[in-house]
């Protein structure tokens, strides 16, 4: 679905912003990147017209014996296999090994697919999808070895769609090659598929002589991956990354991760002479990596100045491709914000992001308190809590980065409440014996920023990780401290006493 929501928001956004500020919709002072957003969106009749795009005439073309595709040779190994007949401008990838082939993605569902590939290979096949966005699982029906991602979202879009979830994709002026013959569009909708294995971040597939390790990298989708072949020095984005405006804001996006997978895959630029990416044009240089990297990057500070604001969406430009964002702002009220930091997050889509998740997670934390024997008093006192929390927040306006210190607040707050209510499960606890005689009972939180949960007798204390030169160190309100390597552990509790632990066996 990936440009679907491009041209509707898009052409809506440019028309609002046209108006608003009564400018000439051809005002030429728009970016390069802008221009094609602006140029697909609002020239939707004719977007073929651009074809083809002069990038791929770099690459060798390879026949085959279908109209609505189009197979280029890559790299070694590496084939493209683009549907430049409908908007989306679809890419799958199929890369062979001496054992066995990987198709990344099976495109749209219009063309044959299967066919197409074993017009290429005669290797068996699996199928690996970047992310299960209707326009890129479209002939997963049509394999029998398919390795997908255990999650919900996921096993949502196994189950295949109605017609009317993939009918967008065939509306006049989305197509402008001739469908298929043999092609229903009535019938055209997902079709059911099941995954044969599960495969997750840090797994890898050897296709003989080849290997392609797979990296978890949401925020586009929730099951977004990208493959890395570090021998061949190719990186497969999928929606990760492309020439086009990038979506943080689809149902199932997420800014925040999308920001985090941005930051990694700008630390592989140095690993990679090219990046495969999933619509448009096949290839992409590593610079873009970093490139995007940094866009996140100055997003998330508040640097990035060039965007447009239309319909609750937000689009920064960057050289080459745009970021379009969430600019529903925080979950307070924006106009009766009366202090400097409210104004900040207001005007932050990355900290807005923020306070709406701690809104979520403080909503789950007073509904956890409902069900407690004493729950007014303490639902009492965590609404106390989480007042003094804000007015911390907004002491930020004395820092030096103050979107630094209101980031860093939030993910510790987050973190926080997810640990002390049990909203993130916790792994085994581990019993430590201190040299005071106590014994505190430590268990170990995988929220975003590793927490731990701290009893002692009757007291509690979460503590959030915070850099250290070795081991694992974490700070907790009034100066609480619980610093653990090997088995051992150094703790402030309370605040300038100083006992050692170690666990007890
Ligand atoms: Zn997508």
Not at 58 to 81: C, H, L, N, S, T
Not at 258 to 263: G, M, N, Q, V
Request: proline letters at 4%; aromatic letters at 10%.
């Amino acid at each position: 679905m990936i440009l679907r929501l491009l041209l509707l928001s898009c052409v809506a956004m440019l028309a609002a912003i046209a108006e608003a500020h009564g400018v000439d919709e051809d005002v030429s002072t728009q970016s390069p990147a802008n221009e094609q957003v602006r140029n697909r969106g609002a020239g939707k009749d004719h977007w073929w017209n651009q074809l083809p795009r002069p990038e791929w005439s770099a690459f060798e073309r390879i026949d085959q014996d279908q109209d609505w595709f189009e197979v280029y040779r890559i790299a070694d190994g590496v084939f493209a296999i683009y549907e430049p007949g409908q908007f989306e401008e679809v890419i799958s990838f199929l890369i062979t090994g001496e054992d066995r082939a990987l198709l990344f993605d099976t495109g749209l569902g219009i063309g044959d697919m299967k066919r197409v590939v074993e017009q290429l290979t005669d290797l068996p096949i699996v199928v690996l999808n970047s992310h299960t966005h209707y326009d890129h699982i479209g002939g997963n029906y049509q394999f029998d070895t398919i390795f997908g991602r255990d999650t919900g979202y996921t096993r949502g879009r196994a189950a295949g769609s109605q017609p009317e979830a993939v009918a967008e994709f065939l509306k006049e002026g989305w197509v402008w090659k001739p469908l298929p013959e043999g092609f229903v569009v009535e019938d055209f909708r997902s079709r059911a598929f099941s995954i044969s294995r599960f495969v997750d971040e840090g797994d890898a597939i050897d296709l003989g002589g080849r290997r392609l390790e797979i990296l978890s990298t949401p925020g586009h989708a929730p099951d977004a991956i990208c493959l890395l072949d570090r021998d061949n020095r190719l990186l497969l984005t999928g929606d990760s990354f492309y020439l086009a405006p990038l979506y943080t804001h689809l149902e199932g996006s997420d800014f925040l991760d999308y920001a985090k997978t941005a930051a990694r895959l700008a630390g592989l630029a140095g690993d990679i002479d090219a990046a495969l990416t999933s619509h448009n044009v096949p290839v992409v240089e590593p610079r873009y990596m970093t490139a995007l990297g940094d866009a996140f990057g100055a997003i998330e500070d508040g640097t990035a100045d060039d965007y447009v604001t239309a319909d609750g969406l937000r689009e920064y430009r960057f050289d080459g491709f745009s970021v379009i964002v969430d600019a529903r702002g925080p979950a307070y009220d924006c106009a009766a914000s009366r202090h400097e930091i409210e104004d900040l997050v207001c005007d932050n889509p990355a900290l807005a992001a923020l306070d709406r998740r701690l809104d979520e997670v403080y909503g789950r934390a007073l509904a956890v308190l409902g069900d407690v024997a004493d729950s007014t008093a303490a639902t009492r006192h965590l609404k106390a809590e989480q007042r003094g929390w804000i007015k911390g927040r907004n002491e930020c306006w004395k820092a030096a980065d103050k979107v630094g210190c209101a980031r860093t607040g939030y993910e510790q707050r987050i973190a926080g409440l997810q640990a002390r209510y049990f909203l993130v499960e916790g792994r085994e606890p581990v019993f430590f014996s201190c040299d005071d005689g106590s014994e505190i009972v430590a268990t170990f939180i995988p929220t975003e920023l590793p927490t731990v949960r701290l009893e002692r007798g009757d007291t509690v204390e979460v503590g959030w990780q915070v850099p250290a030169a070795s081991g694992a160190k974490f700070e907790a309100d009034f100066g609480v401290s619980f610093w653990t390597r090997s088995d051992e552990a150094i703790v402030n509790w309370p605040q300038d006493t100083r006992i050692s632990c170690k666990v007890r066996r």
